[in-house]
């Protein structure tokens, strides 16, 4: 009696364990929960922004503790290549200012934009968001700048 109670309670976990998971990957199906951006969050160095060439906070492309107006420039934190090219990003500031981002060049801050709250940590996933422009962000950041969360409008990042 005792093995058949045991068995049977063995049964009904495992079988909670599917229906967790199941509605785990439900729930998140763009992957927007990275564990690898958990790792790199607490890992970085804080007061910083970073942006990563791929998903899930990998490929890592640099990070800035200021604004970089032009990340297709030779000055600044990202240069080069690294414009266009951000499909994921980290905000480790202890301003408490968010990150706005923009697909546009210059300190005019003109073009589209969006932000990352302070608090949101990470956009592990950028292929789901716009800028105000309706351009979308994975693959078209060129600039970026710390602003109060008011200056974006409602405009985040998820």
């Known amino acids: 009696m005792r093995k058949a109670l045991t068995a049977l309670a063995m049964s009904a976990l495992m079988g909670l364990a599917v229906i967790t998971s199941a509605a785990t990957a439900q729930a998140d199906p763009a992957g927007t929960f990275s564990v690898a951006c958990d790792n790199a969050w607490r890992g970085a160095t804080s007061g910083d922004f970073y942006a990563y060439s791929e998903s899930n906070c990998s490929g890592f492309m640099g990070k800035a503790e200021g604004n970089d107006s032009d990340w297709g420039n030779s000055a600044g934190p990202f240069q080069g290549s690294d414009t266009n090219r951000a499909s994921s990003i980290l905000h480790k500031g202890t301003s408490g200012l968010a990150v706005a981002v923009y697909n546009g060049t210059g300190t005019d801050w003109g073009g589209g934009y969006t932000c990352l709250r302070k608090g949101e940590l990470y956009a592990s996933y950028l292929g789901d968001n716009s800028f105000t422009s309706g351009a979308g962000v994975d693959n078209g950041i060129s600039s970026h700048?710390?602003?109060?969360?008011?200056?974006?409008?409602?405009?985040?990042v998820t």
């Open 145 to 156: 700048r710390w602003a109060p969360e008011s200056d974006c409008r409602g405009h985040f």
